[in-house]
């Protein structure tokens, strides 16, 4: 059944990648669509059929077949579905499907409509076997597979050198990030001895976290980090996650990945791949909960991103370009969260951006294609009445992002920054800081959402009716590039919009903060995570040792007792966190209602010159290195020398051989004669 | 009460059925090339390959019905055993032989050689291989050998018009002879001092001979026999270096694979080397495992220790690994650079006997089953180069192969990387069982021999990567099309094939052969509590001259 859901979108891949090309759009959009559709469906199906069991904490695995079996290492190609799997499945089918409904249209005649599709559905494979997996190598099989749908979606105009430059771009420093993350699991073997996430009795495996378990937690010092244990493991995994979750300092290649038709962006930059990162730091949460160090490190990246990146989304003119630093913020959300021991909070928050994201993300593609194919801000304006009904659900993305009281961001963001502000294992100072940097990563994140949307859809219009935009040829394709003026878009794209909307607005409600509700209402998404999330008070002294694997109605039990003062404090926070998102979206329709141009400083513009900063030193220094060291010196010289003289030497040795090899038998026979005295005599005088 | 020609008739021919239907179809190959006319002839070769099919249904149902079922059976007053070592082997056998027809078809029709006695011959020596597997009586082993080599002492001559051919199997015959000879030598003498030629035999006298104060007839002195037998063994070692070409043994191979025509190199170069192998295994696992780690002295009377066979497996095929890597840098004739490749392979497989251990074992059996198809792949596009007016044996030939054969290409550079160890290809797996083992004995000098054997591993992807080299980079250098043709077509996808899928799923090959590295007889030596001693030889403790090593249960499954 889990295998089903995997597969079924890789034989719509192959069946694409083979065949697509002699098949009309029609067949192609069915096809592709059918896929994902049946995946969704047995994900669903399976959920609800399951759902007394994972709400239980169980962990059905699925067994295929043993991959490679060497000595003690063993892979299996296995699936576990458990809460934490059964989320992600859900969501990323969910969302896919719309989204592979949604590009049906914004692709429309476009040359290599079969191509986007296969690659899409090839994504879709990927990323199902990086949640499914049930160990870790499995898991990097997906990771791996993500990266190069990736690199292949956003290289996907691959006529154009931006293109192509991003994708390499992208695959280069997800390279980085995967060095780490290799190494990461190499050295959890080396310790735990298996690479299985949890114990299988039926197959006698054991597993790393179970292990994890065992193990007394490291010391919070930065030492630690270099120590070789369990916070080593921790820190290596999260590189991983750094690269593929483009955090700092590696977050630089997803802005450029909006080279890649929208759709993309929306699916795999957004909503899905992107979110790999935090979902496996809250697969291994066992492991992370023993090395506090790495907890803080990830917090501290986390809350740095946020900042850093809605900070630089204030001041970019392409739409899709803010939309891709609010990506790298609201990841770094989410990385707080599980920095603080909240991984429930920050899936949750990967749930409901997932949603608005891609919404968001749809909009702005659907606003691209009205506008015939203008990613600027600066010529866009009042579009509003051109079309409403994108006008309309971007709205609700807007305020869920934003966090506007009672639509989906609100809650899961509201969490986070009460659990950050509470951040029990951390010192107190730190965790007032990081709430801080939350806090005002939220406001900003309002602003720059307001600007936005003012930009976009109020205020004068700033192009012209008549002719195509001048330039417009930053998303090619094979959309005839009529003039007019902007219309909203076809009901194949509309209705993917209305239904995430729907999401934006009403995912939240399934996972309402008890403080907020005093516990009225049951935070649904919580108590299904529980069980496969180790937590932090497992760790706490004092507090009676809980497994992860504890009941829901023990820690039903204990919730009250955990936190006796927290309601009230939390609704402080939420009090706190409603201001200044009412702040931040009055200050943005303030401002940029009067000033729409308003030239941001240039830092911001400029991105804090990371990019030139990593050029200089990074990029540059490799360039000339390679080739005033490496190659003029070493390999000219060394290398070819080396090579040189060994090609030298096989020759002198070769015409010994040749000499040797007379192609006289009676020579022969003397060598071997030869060569058993030899042997005969070193035996018998050793 | 059964006579003895009862028992075999009744019970043991059945343990020799696919060698029985190997010689019924061997046969008929002969009487069928009579009576075909000059232009059908390529009909014996389908009825061979049917008769290879055959043998290999009944060795699975003798596998799945006996062998898979418990203890080893063994007939012919245990001078023939059936386990999974010799199922594994067989199958070896069979599939090479039945690649090697599929690639001769069409390049006999080129040569005008397409005659019935060359797949008679195939047969007959691939009945001798399968005997070589399942033997465990030295005089069986001698024999199965013999029949083995002297259908492929011809089979390289069989070009007659061609001198190449003719003198390559003239060396190849006188050098056969002499080694048979020095291999009959060691047995004689080990026979002389065990007083028995069955295997089992022998491996029990041997530690009551090879003891230091062995004194069987009650000498003032007593006379040292482990110096005879130590003798014995490499005499037997020298034999066995021999047919499997590891250096100093190996002068014959260049020649012999140059001059031959190529479909039987490639059948020699995988067929009569797993055959080798297979005996090789026999003869020192099964049958000399006591001479395998330091033979214990007598400190008390000043009689020094003496080193045994994995010593000098040690240093051979290190030797072999080097020279043979060395000697292909220069070589532009294809032929013969893939003699100095096998030369190389064979030091590597040796690796897996020394190392002694469960992984080196199933390394030993997984690396000559997948050396068999890759280098066999390898022949087969050579093969295919060969059309009218070109043999095709030069590097030059292979020049812009990209543009006139892509299909083909592509499949050569797979059995290219396979056979430098590149994943994700079989060749990997196979070296990484090899290797593995070695390291996982913990001895210093054998983790050494491993890191040589990584390092001349890169050493050759030089001279695989300049094939490829050629066949991308170069520029066309005859305008001469290449087809394949269809047999020639099948044997290498299913190669290919066969090739990545090994690499990516490995493990049910690996189940397979670790079957057959478990076989009860075969000893595992454990280098654990060993490992902090300094290097071989190991310190031998005083009692019996048993090496310290030794691990004296019989082969346990790994998990």
Not at chain 2, 191 to 218: D, E, H, M, Q, R
């Amino acid at each position: 059944m889990l295998a089903a859901i995997i597969l079924v979108p890789l034989v719509g891949a192959a069946i694409l990648g083979l065949f697509g090309k002699r098949m009309s759009e029609r067949v192609i959009g069915w096809i592709a669509c059918s896929t994902v559709a049946v995946s969704t469906i047995l994900s669903f199906y399976l959920f609800f059929e399951h759902r007394a069991a994972l709400e239980g904490g169980e962990k059905l695995h699925e067994y295929l077949f043993t991959w490679i079996s060497v000595g003690t290492f063993r892979t299996d190609a296995s699936l576990l579905l458990d809460s934490l799997s059964a989320i992600y499945i859900l969501f990323i089918t969910f969302v896919g499907f719309w989204i592979h409904v949604f590009a049906t249209g914004y692709m429309r005649g476009d040359k290599g409509y079969w191509r986007f599709f296969a690659y899409m559905n090839l994504f879709m494979f990927s990323m199902l076997t990086l949640v499914l997996a049930d160990n870790f190598v499995l898991m990097f099989v997906g990771w791996e597979g993500v990266g190069l749908c990736s690199y292949l979606l956003i290289g996907y105009y691959f006529t154009k050198d931006f293109a192509n430059d991003a994708a390499k771009k992208a695959f280069i420093v997800n390279r980085i990030g995967d060095f780490g993350f290799v190494l990461g699991v190499f050295l959890l073997f080396s310790k735990a001895g298996t690479i299985f996430y949890f114990n299988d009795t039926a197959r006698g495996i054991h597993g790393a976290f179970d292990w994890a378990m065992t193990q007394s937690p490291d010391p919070l010092t930065w030492s630690a980090i270099f120590g070789g244990g369990i916070t080593s493991v921790a820190v290596l995994l999260f590189v991983g996650a750094i690269g593929k979750s483009a955090q700092l300092p590696l977050y630089v290649w997803l802005p450029d990945a909006m080279a890649g038709p929208t759709p993309v962006s929306a699916l795999i930059h957004a909503a899905t791949m992107v979110t790999a990162g935090v979902y496996m730091v809250a697969r291994a949460s066992s492991i992370y909960i023993h090395a506090p160090t790495a907890m803080m490190i990830v917090a501290i990246i986390g809350a740095a991103t946020a900042l850093f990146a809605a900070t630089i989304g204030l001041a970019q003119w392409d739409i899709k370009k803010v939309l891709a630093y609010s990506t790298i913020s609201q990841l770094g959300y989410m990385f707080l969260a599980c920095g603080v021991g909240a991984f429930g909070a920050g899936i949750f928050h990967v749930f409901t951006h997932a949603f608005f994201k891609a919404l968001l993300f749809l909009g702005s593609g659907s606003v691209i294609l009205g506008m015939h194919h203008e990613q600027d801000m600066r010529r866009m304006g009042g579009l509003k009445k051109y079309m409403p009904i994108t006008f309309a659900t971007m709205f609700a993305g807007w305020f869920a992002i934003s966090g506007f009281p009672l639509f989906s961001g609100f809650f899961s963001k509201d969490e986070i920054l009460y659990r950050s502000f509470i951040a029990n294992g951390l010192p107190d100072s730190w965790a007032r800081i990081l709430w801080f940097v939350g806090a005002v990563t939220a406001l900003v994140t309002a602003v720059y959402m307001t600007r936005l949307m003012v930009l976009t859809f109020w205020g004068r219009e700033r192009f012209s009716t008549s002719e195509p935009a001048p330039g417009a040829d930053s998303v090619p394709g094979g959309h005839e590039d009529h003039p007019g003026p902007p219309h909203e878009s076809p009901a194949s794209m509309v209705l993917p919009l209305v239904v995430l909307a729907a999401g934006a607005v009403f995912a939240g409600y399934l996972g309402v903060p008890e403080g907020l509700s005093g516990g009225k209402i049951t935070n649904y998404f919580e108590r299904l995570l529980e069980p496969s999330i180790a937590s932090l008070h497992v760790m706490e002294p004092g507090h009676a040792q809980r497994t992860p694997e504890g009941t829901p109605l023990e820690t039903r039990a204990e919730a009250p007792a955990r936190m006796p003062e927290g309601h009230g404090l939390e609704r402080t926070l939420t009090g706190v966190s409603i201001l200044i998102a009412l702040a931040g979206i009055g200050i943005g329709w303030v401002w940029f209602k009067r000033k729409p141009l308003w030239e941001p400083p240039r830092l911001l513009e400029e991105k804090y010159y990371v990019d030139e900063l990593y050029n200089a030193t990074v990029v540059q220094p490799i360039k000339v290195g390679s080739t005033s060291v490496l190659w003029k010196v070493i390999d000219v010289h060394i290398i070819d020398g080396a090579v040189n003289g060994a090609g030298h030497l096989a020759s002198m040795l070769g015409s010994t051989l040749r000499y040797l090899q007379s192609g006289l038998a009676r020579s022969y026979v003397a060598i071997v004669v030869l060569g058993a005295l030899l042997i005969i005599g070193y035996f018998v005088m050793k | 009460m059964q006579t003895d020609f009862q028992t075999i008739a009744t019970q043991a021919m059945q343990f020799i059925m696919p060698e029985g239907i190997l010689t019924l179809f061997a046969c008929a190959a002969l009487v069928l090339d009579v009576m075909l006319p000059r232009d059908r002839k390529r009909f014996v070769a389908w009825v061979s390959l049917l008769g290879v099919g055959l043998a290999f249904a009944s060795l699975w149902i003798l596998y799945t019905s006996i062998v898979s079922k418990g203890t080893p059976r063994t007939a012919f007053f245990d001078m023939i055993v059936l386990d999974s070592y010799a199922v594994v082997f067989k199958s070896i056998f069979l599939i090479g032989a039945a690649l090697s027809i599929l690639l001769s078809i069409k390049y006999l029709e080129i040569e005008g050689e397409q005659r019935g006695e060359y797949y008679g011959l195939i047969l007959f020596s691939v009945i001798g291989m399968m005997f070589m597997a399942s033997s465990v009586d030295l005089l069986a082993l001698f024999i199965s050998l013999e029949l083995m080599a002297v259908s492929v002492y011809i089979l390289v001559g069989y070009f007659r018009r061609d001198k190449k051919s003719n003198e390559a199997s003239m060396k190849y015959f006188l050098l056969g002879a002499f080694s048979s000879g020095v291999l009959l030598y060691g047995i004689s003498m080990v026979y002389g001092l065990t007083g028995s030629t069955n295997l089992a035999k022998i491996a029990a006298a041997l530690p009551i001979v090879a003891s230091a104060n062995f004194n069987p007839f009650g000498a003032a002195a007593p006379p040292d026999m482990r110096y005879l037998l130590l003798m014995s063994m490499i005499l037997m070692a020298a034999g066995m270096f021999f047919k499997v070409a590891a250096v100093p043994f190996h002068m014959w191979a260049p020649d012999a694979y140059e001059g031959a025509p190529t479909s039987i190199t490639a059948f020699m170069s995988v067929g009569v080397k797993a055959a080798s192998f297979a005996m090789f295994g026999r003869l020192f696992l099964y049958g000399l495992p006591d001479l395998r780690g330091s033979l214990a002295g007598d400190p008390a009377s000043g009689i020094p220790s003496l080193p045994g066979w994995a010593l000098l497996l040690g240093i051979v095929s290190a030797i072999t690994i080097v020279w043979g890597n060395l000697g292909a840098l220069t070589q532009n004739n294809t032929k013969r650079l893939l003699a100095y490749s096998s030369i190389s392979h064979a030091g590597y497989v040796l690796l897996g006997l020394i190392a002694g251990n469960q992984t080196g074992y199933t390394g030993f059996v997984i690396y000559l089953f997948i050396y068999t198809i890759m280098n066999l792949g390898v022949f087969g596009c050579i093969i295919a180069l060969r059309r009218r007016g070109i043999v095709g044996d030069r590097m030059e030939d292979l020049n812009g192969l990209m543009k006139k054969a892509p299909g083909l290409t592509v499949m050569m550079t797979i059995f290219l990387l396979s056979l430098g160890g590149i994943p994700p290809t079989a060749g990997f797996i196979g070296k990484f069982y090899l290797f593995a083992g070695l390291i996982e004995t913990g001895n210093p000098w054998l983790v050494r021999l491993a890191i040589l054997a990584v390092l001349m591993s890169v050493v050759s992807l030089y001279y695989y990567i300049r094939f490829i080299r050629a066949m991308y980079i170069e520029g066309e250098t005859e305008p001469q099309p290449v087809t394949l043709a269809p047999s020639l077509r099948v044997a290498l996808v299913a190669a290919a094939i066969l090739v990545i899928y090994i690499g990516v799923f490995p493990q049910r090959l690996i189940d397979l052969t670790q079957k057959a590295a478990t076989s009860p007889g075969l000893k595992t030596y454990s280098y654990q509590q060993g490992a902090t001693k300094p290097a071989e030889p190991a310190t031998p403790p005083p009692a019996r001259g048993m090496p310290g090593e030794r691990d004296r249960q019989t082969a346990t499954p790994p998990r």
